[in-house]
């Protein structure tokens, strides 16, 4: 069964950096899959925040690439995301997410995310 | 960035009678369109993916259909467990994968 679980401050201050690790139980990152980065502010919706594939190569939501980085560490079976200089806006609950990828020949097709972690809170807050 | 629209923005449905939930592509994302559901306090979980194949586990009362920009969630006959937050998602696309606003269904 994969499992996937976020770790991290639940508090950050105005205009720090704020870093999360999801890791990752019952699949190997190195195996294949994008593995994603979703969050959604209290009473709001969901908003992709990014992925990265094994390999190392990762994509960003345009509104956040000057702020975002994900990170993998295929020998602790983890990926990370670093977001920096957050506001109040950036409170929400954070969810890693595993999304459904196929090779064929030399082109990745991605799908559905098909597991999420549980989500962990973080509130920018002084 | 391809805009997904939900509506309405909250569903009130009785016990048994059947919900339909739409979701609008600003373009066509053929049929690469994905449903989820979320309960208080909970992450999303798959429901439907490909516009309309099952996930998993997931009941027959749950049903997609559509392709292009239209899409529709159909739950035939309400049970008290399918009150919920529901998310159509693109990703015919990306960057960014985006998400529809969802749809709140509440049990009357």
């Known amino acids: 069964q994969v499992q996937l679980q976020e770790s991290g401050p639940g508090l950050v201050e105005p205009s720090e950096t704020l870093s999360l690790t999801c890791a990752v139980s019952?699949?190997?990152?190195?195996?294949?899959?994008?593995w994603d980065w979703i969050r959604q502010p209290p009473g709001k919706g969901l908003e992709w925040i990014g992925t990265?594939?094994?390999?190392?190569?990762?994509y960003y939501s345009p509104s956040l690439q000057s702020r975002a980085t994900i990170s993998v560490d295929t020998s602790k079976n983890q990926f990370s995301l670093i977001l920096t200089s957050v506001t109040a806006a950036d409170t929400a609950v954070y969810y890693c997410?595993?999304?459904?990828?196929?090779?064929?020949?030399?082109?990745?097709?991605?799908?559905?995310?098909?597991?999420w972690g549980q989500g962990t809170l973080v509130t920018v807050s002084s | 960035e391809i805009v997904m629209t939900q509506s309405p923005a909250t569903l009130s449905v009785s016990p048994g009678a059947r919900a339909t939930l739409s979701c609008r592509a600003a373009?066509?994302?053929?049929?690469?369109l994905a449903w989820y559901q979320q309960k208080p306090g909970q992450a999303p979980r798959l429901l439907i993916y490909?516009?309309?194949t099952r996930a998993t586990g997931i009941p027959a009362r749950f049903s997609g259909s559509g392709s292009g920009t239209e899409f529709t969630l159909t739950i035939s006959s309400l049970q008290s467990e399918d009150s919920a937050v529901y998310y159509c998602?693109?990703?015919?696309?990306?960057?960014?994968?985006?998400f529809g606003g969802g749809t709140k269904v509440e049990i009357k």
């Open positions: 997410v595993r999304r459904v990828t196929v090779v064929r020949g030399v082109v990745l097709h991605s799908y559905h995310f098909d597991y």
């Open positions: 019952g699949y190997s990152i190195s195996s294949g899959y994008y």
């Open positions: 990265i594939y094994h390999s190392g190569s990762a």
């Open positions: 373009q066509s994302v053929n049929s690469n």
């Open positions: 490909g516009a309309s």
């Open positions: 998602q693109q990703y015919n696309n990306w960057p960014p994968l985006t």
